[in-house]
């Protein structure tokens, strides 16, 4: 029995999921350590998470080291 | 090209370039970051919002030692973040980079995204220690450096692609992207905020900031390259029937 498979490829031979799932590991992580304020937890802990801003604090200092605005 | 090799290598180099970045920031960067929290603690005592007591200095130590170590962990998560970003562009780069080998395209890629992405809107908005930023205005700086960040990178992407198009050379396009930023630059509205630390401190910040992020940019290029060199992920798997 043939069988036919059809995988997405953009014109260069890149596979179209992979660059989907980088794509959202970069937007995710760039987030994650340079602009949340309480966001991420906020959605597990309700208000209290922009209270303790829980990953603000633990990427406080890559936050500023790498050029990112904080205070 | 192999799917599952390629985000593989993509997210190692990453991970290992972050971690680096977050080591060399606990031995570079971590004097500056501790001498301006420094201050803020005596502006603490001064306001009377915090007492210059033991347990003070105790609970302090103890939450510093914390975040030094989310330092290493955030520069991970933040080394596979930009990692990502740049294991797309050389995968769809990878053919018209300069560069016989995959180190040399590598670092070529990493060299143009450092000053594209990284060192020109670090002049824009150099980085500051703590201290220095007004909670107030955070979401606008946020908002006006990732702004910058787009307008040059988008500009630098748009100027090749236009370059390509009209077969011209390609300083023609490295001088339009010139053009382009530089006005930017000056149209873009400054930082709102003052700064009120030493100029030293922040000065030292700001070049030691420098210079661990450009050891970042350039160990993920020589790891992505190399581990590309080594596994070749763009090579096609060949069916046998």
């Not at chain 2, 970045?21 to 919002?49: C, K, R, T, W």
């Not at chain 2, 955070?138 to 090749?160: E, K, M």
């Amino acid at each position: 029995m043939s069988q036919s498979r059809q995988i997405n490829v953009s014109k260069n031979g890149v596979p179209v999921t992979a660059i989907v799932a980088l794509a959202i590991v970069f937007v995710a992580g760039l987030f994650v350590v340079g602009f949340d304020q309480g966001h991420i937890f906020s959605l597990v802990y309700g208000e209290e998470a922009f209270q303790d801003l829980y990953i603000h604090e633990l990427t406080h200092d890559m936050r500023h080291a790498a050029g990112f605005p904080c205070h | 090209m192999k799917t599952f090799l390629f985000i593989l290598i993509v997210i190692a180099s990453g991970a290992a370039a972050g971690l680096i970045h977050g080591g060399l920031n606990l031995i570079f960067v971590e004097p500056s970051l501790d001498q301006a929290i420094g201050i803020e603690n005596q502006h603490m005592f001064a306001s009377g919002e915090e007492k210059d007591t033991p347990e003070f200095w105790i609970k302090y130590d103890g939450y510093r030692t914390w975040q030094k170590s989310g330092q290493v962990l955030a520069g991970g998560i933040l080394g596979v973040s930009i990692g990502a970003l740049f294991g797309i562009v050389f995968a769809l780069s990878r053919n018209s980079l300069p560069g016989k080998t995959d180190i040399k395209k590598a670092l070529v890629l990493a060299g143009i995204m450092w000053l594209t992405i990284y060192f020109i809107p670090f002049l824009k908005y150099p980085a500051n220690p703590p201290t220095v930023g007004d909670p107030e205005t955070i979401v606008l700086r946020g908002i006006l450096y990732l702004v910058f960040i787009a307008i040059s990178g988008f500009g630098a992407f748009g100027f090749y692609k236009l370059s390509q198009k009209l077969k011209t050379k390609k300083l023609v396009a490295i001088v339009g992207y010139a053009a382009f930023i530089g006005i930017a630059f000056v149209v873009m509205p400054e930082n709102p905020d003052k700064i009120t630390a030493p100029m030293d401190l922040v000065n030292n910040f700001r070049i030691m900031s420098a210079f661990t992020v450009s050891l970042y940019w350039l160990s993920l290029g020589v790891i992505l390259g190399s581990l590309w060199h080594h596994y070749k992920p763009h090579k096609e798997i060949i069916p046998f029937n």
